[in-house]
């Protein structure tokens, strides 16, 4: 039982490149969530999606986008990256209400 | 507004002894979750302990218990006994609309010793 799978680990991109940070979970949780965390800083919500094909904004969508085709696979796309978007990315899901979130290990970008 | 405050950026204690990390949040939802997560510098999130808000009792895990005051909307993390391992950065998370988690800013806990 994987869990939720992030690729690529690390990322450095140039400014103006796009890039998709991939997150797939085998849990077959409805609910999927992406967070970005700054340096010193708590997570905030860029996207989440509460079932295939259906997705919705968070706190901080400027720049990113999603789609939801599959229970499975929430994948985070950055258009025209910029140094603002430097972060540690995390994807989450979880199935229903209660405690069982679940994270994946993080995606760490770095836009120069 | 659905908000999560942790007042205290760093705490600094010594082996062995108890540590209260402060926690308050705001919603008028009647039905809300409260979680604390431990990231240590590793960088994953790590569950420690979670409270819903109609439970009657404080909930615990091993060493980790919630102080859950309703009424002054506040959800303390104590560690007891605390650890070399147990220093990281602490998280206090609230469960919104959508099952969504709004985080606190953290808490740096250290612990000499």
């Known amino acids: 039982n994987a869990g939720v799978t992030q690729t690529p680990k690390f990322r450095i991109l140039k400014i103006g490149q796009s890039m998709t940070l991939q997150c797939t979970q085998d849990?077959?949780?409805?609910?999927m969530y992406w967070y970005r965390q700054d340096p010193g800083m708590g997570l905030k919500l860029i996207y989440y999606s509460v079932g295939a094909g259906i997705t919705d904004k968070g706190e901080v969508p400027n720049g990113y986008n999603v789609s939801r085709s599959t229970t499975e696979d929430f994948p985070l796309r950055l258009e025209l990256a910029a140094p603002s978007q430097t972060s540690v990315y995390f994807c989450a899901s979880i199935n229903g209400g209660g405690s069982g979130y679940t994270f994946g290990s993080g995606t760490r970008l770095t836009v120069v | 507004a659905q908000k999560i405050t942790q007042t205290q950026p760093g705490m600094f204690v010594q082996e062995k002894e108890a540590v209260t990390l402060d926690c308050t949040y705001d919603?008028?939802?009647?039905?809300?979750?409260l979680f604390w997560y431990k990231q240590p510098s590793s960088g994953e999130m790590i569950f420690l302990i979670y409270?819903?808000?109609?439970?009657?009792q404080n909930a615990t895990e091993g060493r980790y218990s919630l102080n859950f005051q309703k009424a002054r909307k506040s959800a303390n993390l104590v560690i007891s006994a605390s650890q070399l391992g147990d220093s990281a950065m602490y998280f206090c998370a609230m469960r919104v609309g959508a099952q969504k988690l709004v985080f606190g800013q953290g808490t740096r806990l250290t612990i000499n010793p």
């Open positions: 849990m077959n949780h409805n609910y």
């Open positions: 919603t008028s939802d009647p039905s809300y979750g």
């Open positions: 409270q819903g808000s109609y439970d009657q």
